[in-house]
């Protein structure tokens, strides 16, 4: 089953158009393979409908910088606030800056382990009597430690009894718990959209509430950061193991993307799956949990942004009061690991039982790098929407693929990245045939300059992409605190949009150019099994 609280879309990206009934299936069967970022549908506002290229948006951009407060508790947690009084509520976005990039090999997994276990309370949340259950979780991590000590040492016999043993204690600690009590403490006061989600770079957790229950918040999640239980340790590995076989084993995207990775990256960590590796998701202990924790949960790792009806003096007086209480920690050390350059093209083929599938990445920059805007233009002009050149390429005109796709930051983008393109097949064309059309659209988009239509298409999507993810409250949330941990400000959101308005056909073709070479290619493919 997959969590309650690990559900998944695609990341946000400015640049959309609309996608097909197919398209929005595989974007959405791709979004739970990664477990990214999930928002509720946003709702487009007028300005953004109306957008027009030279539309100038500016003083709409000033007013909401205008309405921006942050400050810095002393013990480094950094607080976003965005004033917006038409409604009585208010979105709340924990990010912490931590994600499966830094997870240690053998160890893969943990960072996912963690969100899930943030749900279930803390020393007074969610538990009858916490020295009683305190005493069995222990109890369960010495017999879990003799279980695995067992299997390693091939006594099956032994770890059948303790697995037995572990059972038993699983069932006596769970008179000691109260259920989902974090989520009915929310739902009770009006809460809405209570989630959270794992990510390459970043977890994050959020949910919004009435403007009047704002202390709520911040009680709650202090508590929950400060004072975590990661109660029902066992039970939630069962339910991680079940999303690794439905996401990855029993599915043949999901194990083409995991082998896509391990093919395209050959040192940095993006090239382990977000959800980790079965053999390593059995032996997690809570210990490591707890240590992936401490190391990483420390309070100037973290960014909270707050956006809705809120008064920003009150806002930093009770974050000074809960949050405030956090023990100072140090920076946990950042990725060093650099990916080589790629010197050669990548292929592989999967046969297994499914419909032909055909991807196609290249290495791209990181978010930061000064081109980043150009790619977004790239991806757009080749997928955004019916007139895209793939889709009308491939899908309209030569008729070889149902859809066509992408997914530009694979599978994050605070480190060099991938540009993925994807095609679904038509019935009885192979994924091989795939390949000179895609050959075809990118040399096409490397030799001949795009024409100021189509570039002030792109633009236009990008801009009303970005007024829709600012009109809503959670939307907002989600940026400020993304770009504040990223790039280092929340600003960068809108000097994003600058940059998307300079980009120039030249642009659009020197970033092709220097991107889809053949070295830089990684190539997967699935074809069916003759059973299939």
Not at 114 to 121: D, M, N, R, Y
Not at 134 to 151: G, P, S, W, Y
Not at 522 to 529: A, C, F, L, Q, R
Request: aromatic share 10%; hydrophobic share 40%; glycine share 6%.
């Amino acid at each position: 089953m997959i969590s309650l609280f690990s559900r998944a879309i695609p990341p946000r990206r400015f640049w959309s158009g609309t996608p097909s009934p197919l398209g929005r299936a595989i974007a959405l069967l791709l979004g739970l393979w990664l477990g990214l970022i999930t928002c509720t549908a946003l709702p487009t506002p007028a300005l953004a409908r109306t957008a027009t290229p030279g539309t100038d948006i500016q003083p709409y951009l000033d007013r909401v910088t205008d309405q921006v407060t942050e400050f810095t508790l002393d013990n480094g947690l950094k607080f976003i606030v965005l004033e917006r009084h038409q409604a009585p509520v208010v979105s709340f976005m924990l990010y912490a800056n931590v994600g499966a990039v830094n997870e240690e090999d053998g160890k893969t997994g943990v960072a996912h382990y963690l969100e899930h276990l943030a749900f279930k309370g803390t020393t007074r949340i969610g538990t009858r009597n916490y020295e009683a259950e305190q005493a069995v979780l222990d109890r369960q991590d010495q017999v879990f430690k003799q279980i695995l000590a067992a299997e390693q040492a091939g006594n099956g016999e032994a770890a059948a009894d303790l697995r037995s043993q572990l059972t038993a204690l699983r069932t006596e600690a769970a008179q000691y718990v109260e259920q989902n009590e974090y989520g009915q403490i929310v739902e009770q006061a009006g809460g809405v959209g209570l989630n959270a989600t794992t990510g390459a770079d970043a977890t994050r957790y959020f949910y919004s509430l009435p403007s009047n229950k704002l202390e709520l918040w911040m009680s709650l999640e202090s508590e929950r950061f400060l004072e975590p239980v990661f109660r029902e340790f066992y039970e939630e590995k069962d339910v991680i193991l079940e999303e690794r076989r439905m996401r990855v084993d029993n599915s043949p995207i999901g194990t083409l993307i995991e082998v896509f990775l391990e093919e395209a990256f050959t040192e940095h960590p993006y090239r382990r799956p977000i959800i980790g590796y079965a053999d390593d998701l059995y032996v997690a202990t809570r210990e490591d949990v707890q240590a992936f924790f401490d190391r990483y949960y420390g309070p100037n790792n973290l960014v909270a942004a707050i956006v809705g009806d809120v008064d920003p003096a009150e806002v930093q007086a009770m974050a000074t009061a809960y949050f405030g209480r956090f023990p100072a920690r140090s920076l946990p050390a950042r990725v060093e690991v650099t990916e080589p350059p790629q010197t050669a093209p990548k292929e592989f083929t999967l046969t297994l039982p499914s419909q032909p599938w055909y991807l196609e990445g290249y290495h791209r920059p990181s978010l930061n790098d000064p081109d980043h805007a150009i790619y977004g233009m790239i991806e757009s002009i080749l997928v955004s929407g019916r007139t895209a050149r793939l889709y009308k390429g491939l899908v309209e005109d030569q008729r070889v693929a149902l859809d066509v796709g992408s997914i530009n930051g694979f599978p994050g983008d605070k480190y060099p990245t991938l540009l993925v393109l994807y095609a679904v097949t038509a019935p009885g064309v192979l994924p091989d045939d795939i390949a000179p059309a895609f050959e075809a659209e990118l040399d096409r988009l490397i030799n001949e300059p795009v024409t100021e239509a189509e570039l002030d298409r792109v633009k236009t999507q990008a801009r009303a992409g970005l007024l829709r993810q600012l009109s809503s409250n959670g939307g907002m949330a989600a940026l400020l605190a993304e770009y504040e941990a990223k790039t280092g400000s929340w600003r960068n959101i809108f000097s994003e949009l600058a940059a998307i308005e300079a980009v120039t056909a030249a642009d659009v073709q020197r970033v092709a150019a220097a991107t889809f070479r053949p070295e830089n290619r990684t190539v997967g493919k699935i074809v069916p099994d003759s059973n299939s």
